[in-house]
C-alpha cells in the first residue's frame, strides 16, 4: 500500500514554553496529518539532550526528553499553577530554541510539579518503575550523580563512582532518594502523556516513524552501566569513535565521537542489548527507523584524541547476525534502514537480506558530489524503499536549490523537464517527483512543504552551535497548504480510500499545473 508522512521535530513544535511539547501542539500537528492525507509522522530521537543540544547525543538511549513534558497538561492535573510558568522567559525568539535558558527555568518548574506528585505517590507510578527498572534505576542515579558533580561527565566522578563500586552505589542510593525519584517522575510525566499523544495520533490513522540512532553517546547511562559492552580502555576512554571518512562533502569526514560497541563481547549472548534495545523502541513507535545502517556492515573507527576523521579506518560489523538473533528473539519487526553514504556491495547485501526498505534522498540525486547519486534519481527508485525530499541532515529544499552549482541545477532541470523554475516552483516540482514515484512510501520534511530555506535547517553534521534549534510559526500552515498537500497525496494514490484520481482544473492549479 502506497502512503506518505511528514518529517517534523517533536521540538520544533510552537508553543508558549520555550520548545514543542507532547501537548495541545503536538495534537494540532496530527489533526493537520490526518487532514492532509498523511499516514506518517516521522519524528527525531525523542531522548534526553546533552552537550551540543543533539538529539544523536543524549544522556540514555531509553529515557525521554524531559524538555517534552506539557506544562499545561501538569497543570491540568492540578500539579501546577500556571502562573508558575507562564510569566517565566522561555526565549526572545519564538523561531527558535534557547537551549541554555531551558536548561535553567524548566527543570526548577519540574520540580515543583514532581515534588507534589510524590505527595500523593501512585500505584501506577510504581507498577512504571518496576516495568522499566531495567534501565530506569540507572538512569535516574546516573542523572542525580551529574547533578551532584556541576554536570560533569562520569569519566571524572570519584573512581569509586566511576567503576560503580556497589558500597560507593548503595550509598548514594540511600542517601540521595529524593534526588533519584525526582528523575524517575519525570520519566514517569514523559511516558505518560507519549501514551496519550500516541493514542491520540494513531487514532487519526496515523503512525509514528521513530528514529534510533546506532550510537550512543560517550557521556550517557548506557555506556557508564555497561562499559564491558563497548571499546574502552583500562581507565574507562575510548580507544577509538565513531565518524565517517572524507568524501566530496567533507574534505576531512565527519568526527563524532561516540565510543564503538565492543561486537565480539556482544555476541557472547547473542546481542542481547541490541535486541532489548530495539524491541523497546518497537513498542515505543510504530515504524523504526535505524540510522547509519551502514555501520552494521563495516564502521569507521578513529583514534580517540583526533582531531578530524581523516586518520580512521573501516572495522568488521555483526552483519546479519545482529538481526538474525533480533527476528528470533521478537519476530520480524516494521524498521527502515537509512542506508546512506558510502555503500559498498557488502552494505548492499545486507540491506536486500535484511529485509529492510532503505532510504532514497533526492537532493542526493543531483549533486555531483555524491558518488552513489544516480541510485537517488527517481527513475531508478524501487517499490521497497522510502522516498525522501531531505533528511534532518540535509538543506532545506529551496536552500539546496538556491546553492546548487550551475551544472548541477541545469541537470535538475532537465531531469525535470523545465528549463526555468522559480526556487519554489522547483520545491513543489521536486516534492511531486518523490510522490509520484514507485516508493511505496514518501516522507517529506515540513520545512520542504513550506518552501523555507536554509533559516529552517535542522542540522550541520559535524558542526557545533547553531543546530537543532528551529521551530514552526504558530499558524504557519495555512488551510491551502493543507488542501494542496492531500490533493498531491490523493492524486499519487497515497491515501488508503484512493486508488484513483482524476486531475481537475483546480487540482492543477493548486499543484503548479497550467489549465487545460
Same mark, same amino acid.
Given at each position: ?57 543524549? +544522556?540514555? =538511549? $531509553?529515557?525521554?526528553?524531559?524538555? %517534552?513534558?506539557?506544562? *499545561? ?5 492540578? !500539579?501546577? #499553577? ?42 501506577? +507510578?510504581? =507498577? $512504571?518503575?518496576?516495568?522499566?527498572? %531495567?534501565?530506569?534505576? *540507572? ?5 542525580? !550523580?551529574? #547533578? ?42 514523559? +511516558? ?325
Amino acid at each position: 500500500m502506497r502512503k506518505s508522512g511528514i518529517l517534523m521535530h517533536l521540538a520544533s513544535l510552537p508553543s508558549e514554553y520555550g520548545v514543542g511539547t507532547m501537548g495541545a501542539a503536538a495534537r494540532k500537528f496530527a489533526d493537520f496529518l490526518s487532514d492532509a492525507g498523511q499516514q506518517y509522522w516521522q519524528l527525531l530521537p525523542i531522548c534526553p539532550t546533552s552537550y551540543g543540544d543533539s538529539p544523536y547525543q543524549s +544522556f540514555s =538511549t $531509553f529515557a525521554g526528553n524531559p524538555y %517534552f513534558i506539557d506544562l *499545561d497538561l501538569l497543570a491540568s492535573e492540578g !500539579l501546577l #499553577d500556571k502562573k508558575e510558568y507562564v510569566s517565566v522567559n522561555w526565549g526572545d525568539d519564538v523561531s527558535r530554541i534557547d537551549y541554555g535558558r531551558l536548561y535553567e527555568q524548566r527543570y526548577p518548574v519540574l520540580k515543583l510539579a514532581a515534588k507534589r506528585f510524590l505527595e500523593n505517590e501512585s500505584e501506577d +507510578f510504581e =507498577t $512504571f518503575c518496576e516495568l522499566q527498572a %531495567f534501565w530506569l534505576e *540507572d538512569y535516574a542515579l546516573f542523572m542525580t !550523580l551529574k #547533578d551532584t558533580h556541576g554536570g560533569c561527565s562520569w569519566w571524572q566522578w570519584e573512581d569509586e563512582l566511576k567503576r560503580r563500586d556497589h558500597s560507593a552505589i548503595d550509598k548514594v542510593r540511600e542517601t540521595m532518594a529524593e534526588q533519584i525519584a525526582f528523575w524517575k517522575v519525570l520519566q514517569y510525566f514523559f +511516558f505518560r502523556q507519549w501514551k496519550s499523544l500516541k493514542q491520540y495520533v494513531n487514532d487519526k490513522g496515523i503512525d509514528f516513524i521513530g528514529d534510533l540512532p546506532i550510537y550512543v553517546s560517550q557521556d550517557s547511562v548506557d555506556v557508564w552501566a555497561h562499559p564491558e559492552l563497548f571499546q574502552l580502555d583500562e581507565n574507562l576512554m575510548p580507544k577509538e569513535v565513531s565518524g565517517c571518512p572524507p568524501d566530496g562533502f567533507s574534505a576531512t569526514g565527519q568526527l563524532w565521537g561516540n565510543p564503538l560497541f565492543d561486537w565480539d563481547k556482544m555476541a557472547e549472548d547473542d546481542y542481547a542489548w541490541w535486541v532489548g534495545r530495539i524491541d523497546y523502541f518497537c513498542h515505543i513507535y510504530d515504524v523504526l527507523r535505524i540510522d547509519h545502517f551502514r555501520g552494521f556492515d563495516s564502521y569507521f573507527a578513529i583514534p580517540y584524541g583526533a582531531e578530524t576523521a581523516k586518520d580512521g579506518y573501516w572495522k568488521q560489523g555483526p552483519g546479519m547476525k545482529l538481526f538474525n538473533a533480533v527476528e528470533a528473539k521478537i519476530g520480524k519487526q516494521p524498521i527502515i534502514a537509512e542506508d546512506l553514504g558510502f555503500l559498498t556491495d557488502s552494505v548492499k547485501k545486507l540491506l536486500a537480506d535484511s529485509g529492510f526498505p532503505g532510504m532514497k534522498v533526492f537532493e542526493l540525486g543531483f549533486d555531483s558530489r555524491d558518488t552513489n547519486g544516480n541510485g537517488y534519481q527517481p527513475h531508478n527508485f524501487i517499490r521497497d524503499c522510502v522516498a525522501y525530499t531531505g533528511t534532518h541532515d540535509n538543506e532545506t529544499l529551496a536552500g539546496w536549490y538556491r546553492e546548487l552549482k550551475k551544472e548541477d541545477k541545469k541537470f535538475a532541470l532537465r531531469y525535470m523537464g523545465r528549463k526555468k523554475l522559480s526556487i519554489n516552483e522547483a520545491v513543489w516540482e521536486i516534492i511531486r517527483l518523490a510522490q509520484s514515484s514507485v516508493a511505496d512510501t514518501c516522507i517529506i520534511p515540513i520545512q520542504d512543504y513550506l518552501c523555507l530555506g536554509n533559516e529552517a535547517r535542522i542540522n550541520h553534521p559535524s558542526t557545533l552551535g547553531g543546530n537543532w534549534i528551529w521551530r514552526l510559526h504558530k499558524d504557519e500552515i495555512s488551510k491551502k497548504l493543507v488542501k494542496k498537500i492531500r490533493r498531491m497525496t490523493e492524486l499519487y494514490c497515497r491515501i488508503p480510500e484512493k486508488t484513483e484520481m482524476t486531475l481537475k482544473a483546480e487540482d492543477a492549479e493548486d499543484l503548479g499545473e497550467e489549465k487545460k
